[in-house]
T-cell receptor
Framework: NAGVTQTPKFRILKIGQSMTLQCTQD?????MYWYRQDPGMGLKLIYY???????DKGEVPNGYNVSRSTTEDFPLRLELAAPSQTSVYFC?????????????FGQGTRLTVV | QQQVKQSPQSLIVQKGGISIINCAYE??????FPWYQQFPGKGPALLIA?????SEKKEGRFTISFNKSAKQFSLHIMDSQPGDSATYFC?????????????FGTGTLLAVQP
């Protein structure tokens, strides 16, 4: 059971470049989340999804886009990378058909924009 | 109103001592309050969680105390060990259906000295 898998683990982007952070889960979870983690700022919710075809903005969505075409995959797209997007990005999923279940996190993607 | 405020930002405790981390929230719609533990280079993992219909939950050395009227909850780590050294996040969630946000606090870096 792989859980939540994020790729890549590390990436350096130049300002203005685009990239997609991949996230896939094999637990058949309905709910999936993208967070960014900055020192002293905790985990900020970027986007989340309650099921395939349904996404919604979190606390800090500007500069990002998501899609959820399947239950398993929830990619995060950065269109025009900016230094402010330098961060560690975590994908998470929850399931069980209930809201009070455990969220499982991936190992993170460390992104640097230069 | 969606924020979860966490303190302190960092904490140093001697081995065998009690570690206490506090969180406060504003939105009374929050109905699930988990705590997550994160080791360096890893994603957060669920430690313990509580619902607002109980005032305390204990699992081993870890206890959540919940004060619904004050909109505060705290994590107590009894007999703290060096292996407990990690970053701790409180979180809050609003229940099911189309709204399933999981909002995190800013984190507390705990160092347990031997």
């Amino acid at each position: 059971n792989a859980g939540v898998t994020q790729t890549p683990k590390f990436r350096i982007l130049k300002i203005g470049q685009s990239m997609t952070l991949q996230c896939t889960q094999d637990m058949n979870h309905n709910y999936m989340y993208w967070y960014r983690q900055d020192p002293g700022m905790g985990l900020k919710l970027i986007y989340y999804s309650v099921g395939a075809g349904i996404t919604d903005k979190g606390e800090v969505p500007n500069g990002y886009n998501v899609s959820r075409s399947t239950t398993e995959d929830f990619p995060l797209r950065l269109e025009l990378a900016a230094p402010s997007q330098t961060s560690v990005y975590f994908c998470a999923s929850r399931g069980g058909g209930r809201w009070d279940t455990e969220a499982f996190f991936g190992q993170g993607t460390r992104l640097t924009v230069v | 109103q969606q924020q979860v405020k966490q303190s302190p930002q960092s904490l140093i405790v001697q081995k065998g001592g009690i570690s206490i981390i506090n969180c406060a929230y504003e939105n009374t719609a929050f109905d699930y309050f988990p705590w997550y533990q994160q080791f360096p280079g890893k994603g957060p993992a669920l430690l313990i969680a509580i619902r607002p219909d109980v005032s305390e939950k204990k699992e081993g050395r870890f206890t959540i105390s919940f004060n619904k009227s004050a909109k505060q909850f705290s994590l107590h780590i009894m007999d703290s060990q060096p292996g407990d050294s990690a970053t701790y996040f409180c979180a809050a969630s609003i229940g099911g259906g189309a709204t399933n946000k999981l909002i995190f606090g800013t984190g507390t870096l705990l160092a347990v000295q031997p």
